[in-house]
């Protein structure tokens, strides 16, 4: 599905446009867009989406069309699927000076991926009825919060996390059960916004984009751990280039154009209010600062995803 495209609209498509799939929200894809374009000239021509399926729907189409690519490059909120992608052999190095200089830690060791900007996961709860001084900053203490569900976006992701505390995550899988598990993110907030929900799991873009229309909503960062690295856990957005693309030099300009400070600000002061990290970006928002965010090894991380979300499920609809 087209949701949109700049310039060009879908039925009347420039073949020498840069095709962009992204999975991040409209409103925030538009603006970068539009600054990308303004500053290099490139006209995109951007798919995406529907909310509770973007990500998986997006890298199953790309997966689908592998030997006749019509993507030139993916900007994936979720890093999951930038390595579902990579395990398909769907994406390429992207080799530039910016790249090169590209944070070990957000980059995979074969320049065919790039993280940047990411959200947080957190707890969100009406400040009209609950006092944040008073909540647990302990993760494994909300079980019974809202959730979305696991199979598609960031909560899949942030359990597969979680379940490299083994014993802690068993408890708390456990403790779903009697959890209302919800279409997505954006669901959960609205459930506590409907007082429906005391508490929801979910991400910091769907709190700030809902603080922002007027609601009484805000979030907390809990830990999952007391010791360094153990803090919330922070997904960041993904840019990698399509195997095959057509556009090789716009796609190579659009990556750099994603890891650099201006594409950090556009994001930092959107409505989602993703994390900058680049050091330079982060004093122009202190209320944007990474608390030790958790530690995790990106690819344990999917390697386990499927099995965890499978175990979850089935125990979910055994108990409901």
């Known amino acids: 599905m087209c949701s949109c495209c700049i310039v060009s ?40 989406d529907t909310e509770a399926s973007k990500t998986t729907a997006l890298v199953q189409r790309l997966i689908q069309e592998k030997d006749n690519p019509v993507a030139d490059v993916f900007w994936s909120s979720d890093i999951m699927g930038a390595l579902a992608l990579q395990s398909a052999n769907v994406i390429e190095p992207c080799q530039s000076t910016v790249t090169e200089q590209w944070p070990a830690s957000l980059k995979d060791e074969g320049n065919r991926w790039f993280a940047f900007s990411p959200r947080a996961r957190v707890i969100a709860f009406n400040p009209e009825i609950e006092n944040p001084n008073e909540l647990s900053t302990d ?5 019974s919060s809202s959730f979305a569900d696991p199979r598609f976006g960031t909560t899949g992701t942030h359990f597969a996390a979680m379940s490299m505390f083994e014993d802690r995550f068993q408890r708390f899988r456990s403790s779903l059960n009697g959890a209302p598990m919800l279409g997505g993110n954006a669901a959960t907030v609205q459930a506590v916004i409907d007082g429906r929900s005391r508490f929801a799991m979910t991400d910091s873009d769907d709190v700030f984009a809902a603080k922002a229309r007027g609601h009484s909503i805000d979030f907390i960062l809990p830990r999952h751990d007391d010791v360094s690295g153990g803090g919330t856990l922070y997904i960041p957005n993904v840019v990698c280039v399509i195997r095959g693309a057509d556009q090789k030099d716009g796609a190579e300009a659009f990556v750099n154009f994603m890891l650099s400070d201006e594409a950090a600000r556009i994001l930092a002061r959107s409505d989602s209010k993703n ?12 209320e944007l600062q990474m608390v030790d965010p958790l530690v995790v090894d990106w690819n344990d991380v999917f390697e386990v995803k499927e099995q965890v979300i499978s175990a979850l499920m089935q125990s979910l609809n055994t108990n409901h």
């Open 139 to 143: 993760w494994w203490s909300y079980a």
């Open 9 to 48: 609209a879908c039925a009347q498509r420039d073949d020498n446009a840069l095709t962009v799939y992204v999975s991040a929200d409209d409103y925030v894809a538009k603006e970068v867009f539009d600054a990308f374009t303004a500053q290099t000239g490139i006209v995109v021509n951007w798919v995406g």
């Open 275 to 286: 994390y900058p990290v680049q050091q330079s970006v982060q004093s122009e928002f202190p």
